[in-house]
């Protein structure tokens, strides 16, 4: 097989992920894969460039929440047949991040929309889901061995419960091993500052970059 | 000038002796406690004397079995008459509608017969219309205005039945199940807000949430397929009935991007310009003439997190810049959750009807 039919077959996997056709972006694989490529490298190189793309068209606007919708469909199209083939370890390339809705909070849309970009990024994903009490992020630390907290907050009363998760990890004697990171529509830097978080985002996108940075890589 | 007289000028645009107010929806629970202990009032409306009082239809008289939709349920959970599963959460104030959880009873329907199929209720018989006419009759005889509540017109209530990311999917795909759906609920909304309309209510409140803090939640060109064809039904039907009635709209986050097809189809009123998000004196200076703003008092900033001299200063700005010449309603721009104090409600009262004195 040829570079360039090589080049294609990456380009059409990352251009299908990328406007949301999960067949053509499950076709596409199965033939990278018949074809002989290796299961990370489309992982780096159509996977991860691909929902970069979704979400860098979402901060700036041409995509909505439904154009990301689609896009994280494909992109599990494909690493339904991707995934089984890579070893243990490998899946986690950047980091492994645990997230979720603080507690008494049950607006997950946005933590979604976040776990979503993440997956598609290189991370490993722990998704905790919504309503999530402090002591499950702190197990997440201290038994999962997560590097990343994530925590998300629709409402001014359930941010405040972001400040209680952060001393709880604090308590539990884990804050030191992971970075912590909040977002939501009423979570600001400043709040994040306050609560000694170790970083903010207001957008899906932006969280990605950060979670990124955090881990010690370009965004 | 009445409260009644006061709603309807200065939602008309024209200038009242001071800006109509409420508490927009409501008090959360622990906020109610705090008001009734510190009071010793047990209606906020009443005691702040609030220039609206709200309406609904009357209860149903179907019992609809949902559990074939729903499956099994953890306790505390109550299914309404849509059959939407509220369930209840770890919050402490696990019953006000913000801080529970839902159950979709759509979420794993296939078929456009699976949505023509599905038991809607009956919010569109008549006899459920009978004691919103004795309320409205009975509000005007205070002198108040009555609004009439046609909230989650119909992207909220289509999506909680099917899950929002489900119902999104759906009309990424041109999904059949959310047209039936979607033109299911119309059809009742459009016999309720002819209701409310014959019934004499002076306001009528749409409402779908399509605007995040950042924008849109779906395109431009997705909404006007999906849902601004439907609404704008909903909006000629009551119209139809009364041409004079006072069409609100209200979405959170920042719709800032349809605004003038608002307009095009009717709506007269904004609600609630997110201080957060929307500039309400930039919109006044842009669509002044044609809409009238309701709300603009921040419920993510200044009512949680300002003093009672933030809340002061923020109602004379907005009195002073999107009330010149009327079309201003002030209200906070959400519930008001817990944590707000309650002085700040205090202050907020007391300087909007202090403009009257």
Not at chain 1, 40 to 52: N, Q, S
Not at chain 1, 72 to 77: P, S, T, V
Not at chain 2, 87 to 94: D, K, L, M, R, Y
Not at chain 2, 319 to 328: E, H, P, Q
Request: proline fraction near 6%; hydrophobic fraction near 45%.
């Amino acid at each position: 097989m040829n570079a360039e039919s090589t080049g294609s077959l990456i380009a059409v996997l990352r251009q299908a992920v990328i406007d949301g056709q999960a067949k053509e972006a499950a076709a596409a694989t199965e033939r990278a894969l018949a074809a002989g490529l290796a299961p990370r490298a489309l992982v780096d190189e159509a996977l991860i460039p691909a929902m970069d793309e979704a979400g860098r068209l979402f901060e700036c606007g041409e995509f909505f929440v439904p154009e990301l919708l689609v896009a994280a469909r494909a992109l599990k199209a494909s690493q339904a047949l991707i995934t089984p083939l890579l070893a243990g370890s490998a899946a986690a390339a950047f980091g492994r991040i645990a997230i979720g809705t603080v507690k008494g909070d049950m607006h997950d849309i946005g933590k979604n929309l976040v776990v979503a970009l993440l997956q598609g990024g290189g991370f490993e994903v722990i998704d905790l889901g919504a309503d999530v009490p402090p002591e499950r992020f702190v197990a997440a630390v201290a038994v999962d061995g997560a590097d990343i907290v994530g925590l998300s907050a629709l409402l001014t009363t359930t941010m405040l419960q972001m400040k209680a998760t952060v001393q709880a990890l604090e308590q539990a004697g884990v804050r030191g091993s992971a970075k912590v990171i909040v977002g939501g529509a009423p979570v600001t830097q400043r709040f994040a500052d306050e609560i000694g978080a170790d970083g903010f985002a207001d957008n899906a996108a932006a969280a990605v970059a950060l979670a990124r940075r955090l881990m010690g890589r370009t965004a | 000038m009445t409260s009644r007289e006061r709603v309807l000028t200065a939602m008309r645009r024209r200038q009242p002796d001071r800006p109509p107010f409420d508490l927009s929806f409501g008090f959360s629970t622990a906020q109610l406690e705090t008001f009734r202990s510190r009071t010793g009032a047990d209606d906020p409306y009443d005691y702040f004397e609030v220039d609206t009082r709200m309406v609904w239809p009357g209860p149903t008289r179907l019992t609809t079995d949902f559990s074939g939709y729903l499956g099994p349920l953890p306790p505390g959970t109550v299914v309404d008459e849509w059959g939407l599963a509220h369930v209840p959460t770890s919050s402490a104030e696990g019953d006000h509608a913000h801080l529970e959880g839902y159950r979709h009873p759509m979420l794993r329907l296939e078929s456009e017969a699976d949505a023509a199929g599905y038991p809607l209720p009956d919010i569109d018989a008549a006899y459920r219309y009978e004691p919103v006419r004795e309320a409205i009759e009975d509000i005007h005889r205070r002198n108040l205005a009555a609004m009439a509540m046609l909230e989650c017109t119909v992207f909220e209530r289509a999506w909680y039945l099917r899950s929002m990311e489900r119902l999104l999917l759906d009309f990424s795909d041109g999904n059949a199940l959310a047209t039936t759906l979607l033109d299911r609920i119309t059809e009742r909304r459009i016999a309720q807000a002819q209701h409310y309309a014959r019934c004499g209510a002076d306001v009528i409140a749409y409402g779908d949430d399509v605007g995040t803090q950042r924008g849109m939640l779906m395109s431009v060109q997705m909404w006007r397929t999906w849902l601004k064809p439907r609404l704008a039904r909903t909006i000629a039907a009551a119209r139809d009935v009364r041409p004079d009635v006072l069409v609100f709209y209200h979405s959170d986050g920042d719709v800032s991007a349809i605004i003038p097809d608002l307009i095009g189809i009717g709506v007269d009123i904004l609600n609630p310009i997110q201080p957060e998000c929307m500039d309400p004196v930039a919109l006044k200076r842009a669509y002044g003439e044609r809409l009238s703003f309701w709300g603009t008092i921040g419920t993510q900033s200044t009512f949680p997190f300002g003093s009672p001299d933030d809340v002061r200063r923020e109602v004379r700005s907005r009195i002073d810049t999107v009330g010149a010449g009327g079309g201003l309603f002030l209200a906070p721009t959400h519930v008001i959750e817990p944590e707000v104090p309650f002085e700040n409600i205090v202050a907020f009262v007391d300087t909007v009807k202090g403009e009257g004195r």
